[in-house]
Structure formats: C-alpha cells, structure tokens
C-alpha cells in the first residue's frame, strides 16, 4: 500500500514539475504574480526553442537548442540560452551584425539603429521583422530523436533475424514482430487487398510507428514532452503525404468514379463530380485535424486539470487533481496508440479506395 502511494505522489509530482517551474517569474514576486492558466496551457502545448524543466529559487534549468536564422547578413546562429528565458522581447541579442528579440516563441530581429523592440496596441512589435527561422526547435529536436530510436528498433530487429537460423523472434524482434503483422493483416491486407498492399507497407509501417512513438514522446513531462502531433504542421506534412501517394495511386476506375460516375444518370453526374472533387481534399484534411486535435486536446486536459491546484491556491485540491490528471494520462497512454492507428487504417482506406478495380 506505501509502495502504490509512493508511486501516484511520484506521478504527480512529474506532471506537476513543469507547471510549476512555469507558475513563477524571476522578475515578479511570488505573492504579484497573477498566475494565468491560459497561457501556461498555450506556453507548454506550442513549440519552443529550449526545453524548460523547472524553476528552482526563481532561476529557470532547462536545455537550450540552437537558433539558426537567415538574415540580411547570412547565416546567424546562436544557443537560445543567450535570450536567457526572456520570451517577452526585453533581451535583445546581438549576433552577426544584427540585434534579436524572442517574442512569444518567435524571433524577431530590430530595425536597423533600433536597441530595444516597441509595441503597439495589440502588443505587436513594430520596429522588428521576423527573419527565416530554421532553429532545431523542441519538436523538431525530438522528432530527430524519435527517428534514431526507430532505426535503432528495426535496426536490431532485422539483426536478430539475420543472425538467428530459425527466424524465431527474441528480444526486440519479438516486441516488433506482432506490430509489424497487425499492420499487414489489420489494416493493410483488408484495406488494399491481397495482391496490392506490399507496396504500401513502407509507408504504413512508417507513419503508425512514427506517430505512435511521437505521441509517447509527448507524455513524458520531465521535460514538457514535446508535442510534436499537436503541431499542425506536423500532421499537415503526413497528410499532405497520404494525398500525394493516393492521388498518382488512383487508376482509372478511381478517377471515373470522381469525374463521371457510373451507373447514376447524367445530371446526377454532373452534381456529383464537384462534390468527389472536394471529396479528394477533405480527406487528408480530416486526417490532418483529427491526429492534431486529439492529442492536443489530451495535453490541455490534463494541464487544465493541474492549473486547478494553482488557481484555488490550496494543496487541499491537489489529490483531486492529481488522481484526474493521473486517470487522462493513462487515457492518454491508450490514445497514442489509437491515433497512430486510426491515421495508418484511413491513409490504406484511401490507397484501397485509388486502387480498387471495376466489378463487373
């Protein structure tokens, strides 16, 4: 029993961590500062260029990452612990002939003469532009990471298979292997058929470990897990890859079936094709919104849940909050793999859907 009770107060105090080393302010006072969930909720569900573990005595730990811009001047890069934790635009940062400024996760370089950024009325600056961004921010840093630790997985799984004369899976092989065949015998073979969807197994295979193992990723709150499938852009660019490889799939009978469909009179054809048409986009579309909703939603849920001990200002409503964010994160756990799922299945839906053959 002391055990089970040292491990939900272990739990809890990891899901707390990053809540609060974000719920004080090294230019504020403990007692002035207002704490603001919406913006915690926001600060840890985007994108950052450093990864902030947790303040200790009103000074920030966390792992800077490099910022790489291109500028007037060419290439600057510098490690985001020179704007040392600022993200409201008061360090400016002087590199390469050029002063920057990091506003809201976004880097804005001054004008030229200009020391220090002014703001208008909707707090927007307007003596800076942004300059090209291609800093490794934290999604990008653990997507690097998440590709490493696959290539590592399948890596020596194949190993193993080469090594052992049986081709009987041990080790990791034998964690990847049933994955590996739900893949083809769940979604792909039924979705596709028998003789198409070896083709489309690299792809598959690719996209349910890659998210999957991203969505995992996003649950370790040690380091505010990065929330790489809460990034629009992160789920645009795989669906953007599902409607490429279904558009130059698609056969004739596929085509057919969107510009004049068969069977149905003409007038109906014509009513139908705009709406096949539209068809096409809102698929990847849906694709694209579902993925990023769902985990983003899980994020906000369980930081909303915790903001709840800061907002009341009582410990007193810590073990609710605690046991809630407890029973979202193990829901959580169970949602990493269903989307991975639910974004493999409807992308073999639709290469079964371009390929499928006329029945006659």
């Known amino acids: 029993m002391r055990i089970s009770s040292f491990k939900v107060i272990f739990i809890g105090l990891l899901l707390a961590l990053p809540i609060a080393g974000f719920a004080y302010d090294k230019n504020e006072s403990e007692t002035d500062k207002k704490f603001d969930p919406n913006e915690m909720i926001m600060h840890h569900v985007k994108d950052a260029h450093e990864f902030h573990i947790i303040d200790i005595n009103d000074k920030a730990i966390s792992l800077p990452l490099p910022i790489i811009l291109w500028t007037d001047n060419g290439l600057t890069t510098f490690m985001s612990s020179e704007f040392h934790h600022d993200d409201t635009g008061q360090v400016v940062v002087e590199k390469n002939g050029g002063k920057f400024v990091k506003l809201n996760e976004k880097i804005y370089q001054l004008n030229q003469g200009a020391t220090s950024v002014i703001f208008d009325e909707k707090h927007d600056p307007t003596n ?137 009179p003409v007038p109906m054809k014509i009513f139908l094709m705009p709406i096949e048409l539209i068809g096409i986009f809102t698929k990847p579309i849906s694709l694209m919104i579902r993925l990023f909703a769902n985990i983003t939603a899980g994020h906000i849920i369980i930081l909303a849940l915790m903001s709840l001990i800061f907002i009341f200002e009582t410990v007193a409503v810590a073990p609710i909050s605690v046991l809630f964010s407890l029973f979202i994160t193990v829901i959580e756990i169970v949602v990493t793999a269903i989307q991975a799922y639910i974004f493999t299945i409807l992308s073999a839906l639709y290469f079964g859907m371009a390929t499928e053959e006329e029945h006659h």
């Open 128 to 264: 800076a532009s942004k300059p090209l961004d291609i800093s490794i921010t934290r999604n990008v840093f653990m997507m690097w990471v998440s590709v490493l630790v696959l290539l590592l997985v399948f890596i020596s799984a194949a190993r193993v298979y080469k090594k052992s004369e049986n081709k009987v899976p041990t080790g990791i092989a034998g964690f990847v292997e049933p994955l590996v065949v739900f893949v083809r015998d769940e979604i792909a073979r039924p979705m596709i058929g028998e003789h198409k969807y070896k083709r489309y197994m690299p792809y598959l295979l690719t996209i349910f470990f890659f998210i999957w193992i991203n969505n995992i990723f996003g649950l370790i709150p040690i380091l505010n897990g990065a929330n790489l499938s809460g990034n629009i852009a992160f789920t645009f660019t795989l669906a953007l890859f599902t409607f490429i490889i279904t558009t130059f799939s698609g056969n004739k009978n596929y085509w057919k079936h969107i510009f004049w469909m068969p069977g149905v």
